[in-house]
């Protein structure tokens, strides 16, 4: 199957810091990118849909201001934690779709572990 | 809206023994149908899909799993666990009225005993 790449697989950084998790999908362009949270123990919940060259599309509940997200190539989408805070640790997983709608299957990233201190 | 259950949290099997994951989805209309697993720090690879051609399909490491809409379902079962097969199991749901979105399920936690 096609390749998504996550980068960094973990970070630890200081509360009040901004942190960049990086989406990249090696093989294929992607139309459209996803961001997801995972508590501990508990499934995947959708932050965020990220289309190339346009401004995403936050779930409810999702602080745009807080997570930014750029998808400014076809290959590349970025998640930007800012002001991070310890209640922001979690493991941030991407997937990537290369097609437009229907039964495309998205390729998820290796995921990124974020600890605040 | 569209929503996914899974029966059981944990799941614990012998080595050999049947695998058998539950999932039941609501949907007005069948939606596209996944299985994904998920190894401990990783994220996510698909296992199989159903998207409405046949009603049994098959996957990789031996998974397969039956759409059947009557009951609303898609259990997933491997006929022999191995223990490579502990791991973390989402089945997730997609509707295109839902604008293509993945919804999760809570995920099953398996044990595979030796």
């Known amino acids: 199957g096609a390749v998504v790449s996550q980068h960094p697989s973990r970070v630890i950084c200081k509360s009040g810091t901004s942190v960049k998790i990086e989406c990249r999908s090696l093989d294929f362009q992607a139309t459209t990118m996803f961001w997801y949270r995972q508590f501990p123990k508990q499934s995947l919940m959708l932050m965020a849909t990220s289309n190339e060259g346009s401004k995403a599309t936050y779930e409810q509940g999702v602080e745009k201001d807080k997570f930014l997200i750029n998808h400014a190539s076809l290959t590349l989408s970025t998640l930007t934690v800012t002001s991070a805070h310890p209640e922001d640790s979690s493991f941030y997983i991407c997937?990537?779709?290369?097609?437009?709608?229907?039964?495309?299957?998205?390729?998820f990233g290796q995921g990124t572990r974020l600890t605040v201190v | 809206a569209q929503s996914v259950t899974q029966l059981g949290s944990h799941v614990s099997v012998s080595e050999g023994a049947l695998v058998l994951l539950r999932c039941n989805y609501s949907?007005?209309?069948?939606?596209?149908l996944f299985w994904y697993v998920q190894y401990p720090n990783q994220g996510l690879q698909l296992l199989l899909k159903y998207t409405s051609a046949a009603t049994l399909v098959k996957g990789i490491n031996g998974f397969e799993a039956e759409f059947k809409k009557s009951e609303t379902s898609f259990h997933l079962t491997k006929p022999s666990a191995h223990m490579s097969d502990a791991a973390e199991y989402f089945c997730a749901v997609k509707l295109k009225a839902a604008g293509n979105k993945l919804t999760f399920g809570g995920g099953t936690r398996v044990l595979v005993k030796p």
């Open positions: 949907s007005s209309v069948p939606p596209y």
């Open positions: 997937s990537a779709r290369p097609g437009p709608e229907g039964n495309t299957e998205a390729f």
